[in-house]
DNA sequence: ATCTGGCACTCAGATAAAAAGAGTGCTAAG
DNA sequence: CTTAGCACTCTTTTTATCTGAGTGCCAGAT
């Protein structure tokens, strides 16, 4: 493409980017300065148009980008940026306050997040899929109830309370806790919901009571935590000042949208193993109804896997470089908080 | 009231709750059986809106209910219900899948709620500083790591994971562990911000330096927990389907007021005391953007206290009775579900 | 007294026509 | 290849008119 196609393209979408308004030949030439009449930049955004870079609204209205134009505004014609020093240090001063469990801290971050760059942002924790049990400890809390607490590598733990009916005494529990440790360590979560009893029994052939009952506490908790949660979003209502939104039913079908979190689950999902920050312009993202919107998302990774992500999401009018400068530093700065629970 | 008067006013509001539209005396006519000429509808009518029951959008409209019409048609017009029984087995159905943590199983709550109620439901969760230390708990989970565990005499659990500098073994931290429930046990969480480590060191005096490092690492996981998100809602979009949410910049106040955790926050405090299950009808729930919608609200009492809360918000326009049998019956199980953890 | 039919009146909302404005596309000349 | 000029298109805004739901009130009926 040629430069002065391209410098016409950059300021198109630019000023598109601002203003929320097609934009014309005049508003171009004035606005900024390039060196050519109208009547040659008329021109020249034919042809942008003509190639799909942009479009026309209607017969005499300015231009607006199309997915293509944007695709190639964020590929081509935008520098990399690094989130700014000041930024970083408030972040990192954020994280201090944040607690050590991995799960709220996520959350946190959603609401900070949207908070900073305000559209929706859209936080995945690590599904229990991904989580490996690093150890489980069992404690006797009462005569008869038992706090089960499994432990996975990356830091996020779960827990429960049960009741026991067998007697049992902290040792006891103390050497099962051991067994389903030694047994079960390093294996995945989905290992839980069918483990090997008759195994445990042989080992430990007295607790034969205890163990169907810890066990079929532990499958059912696995059960509950397996419907739980995993993605969080904040800031819709950022959404609702966009000119994009002035049509409540447009509104309202994004809003619903970002309720189902299937769908989102299904978003951050399909694209996470690119493994780097990457932009899904308009339809790229794959979700019908988010098809004017544009989502920016940022993997994390554990030990060479990738188990969680974050992302925002805005109108395809968003500064993409800044976002996704912003959003690459802080899944680094989630990376370097998960590191130290690794032991 | 008149019996007539008052037969007038509840069809009125009831035709409004269901079409949303101002109600005029041919409509009341027709549509249902009232036995006198419009004139005669009109003529009472007037009188209602001069004591201010209903009023006149513009000269040449229908009625449309007041917030003392609202409270009118609440208090005296409607017969109290309770929540069907099918309704109330797949609620117990639910309540089985839920987990046994507390904060999940509300939290599931909320989504199940605003499933069945088509409005945006809010919960709150028991605040860190309604809870009561029931019993610490300390593993070592590796050489130098220990796993603390703080229970809650509501079933609320909370626990972090903290490295320890000076050497430790199990049995010691059991005794710790012991001499913290013992010392800190019934008091509030809030008591663990400044816990008296001269006496513990006193008691135990050879743990001086674990003692030290685990007293900060509990006050800062205090200091987290009590920064934790307490209000969870679920259904924000619901609402933008209803007529009431055409208007946009009204539905962005509204949806922007909903993301504010610390007024509905307020809300949910400042009316918490009541005990019972209670309607807001339009400004009665004291805040001004929420001031065309009504909060339904049902606290969920725990010992004697009243801990957190349910509740639903949705337009003035809504089915108060159905509703309100419907978030009652729900915070009855709650409580249900919160007493077994007392032990 | 209370109810009711009749009628003039009000006002929001729909429909239509006209005017304004932004911006294009094309042509012909520089 | 660039640019000034100009006719043309299509949206948006403005203004005017019409329609109809619904009221308020009066005068006569019950």
Known sequence: MKTRQQDILKTTIADFIYTAEPVGSKTLQSK???NCSPATIRNELKTLVDEGYLEHVHTSSGRVP???GYRYFVDKLSEKQTMPAQEELWFKE???HMGSNIQDMLIQLTELMSSVMDYTTIVML?????E?????????VDIDTVLITLMSTLGMNHQAVVNIS?????EDLTKIANLLTHKLGGQSFSALDNIDVDYLIKELPSYKGVFEELVLSIGKMNESLKSQKSIYTKGKGNMLRLPEFENISYAREVME???ETKVLHQLMQRHIDTGTVEAFIGGENGVESLSQCSVLMAPYTVEGKTV??????????????RLMALIHRLSGMIEDQMKPQEV
């Open 257 to 259: 949208c970002l309720e």
């Open 308 to 321: 969680g992500s974050i992302s925002v999401l805005g109108p395809k009018r968003m500064d993409y470089a």
């Open 126 to 130: 690590p599904s229990i899929f991904q």
């Open 132 to 140: 490996s049990l690093k150890a489980a400890h069992l404690v006797l």
């Open 166 to 170: 067998g007697d049992v005494n902290q």
């Open 94 to 96: 954020q994280f201090q």
């Open 66 to 68: 199309t997915d293509k």
């Open 32 to 34: 900024y300065k390039i």
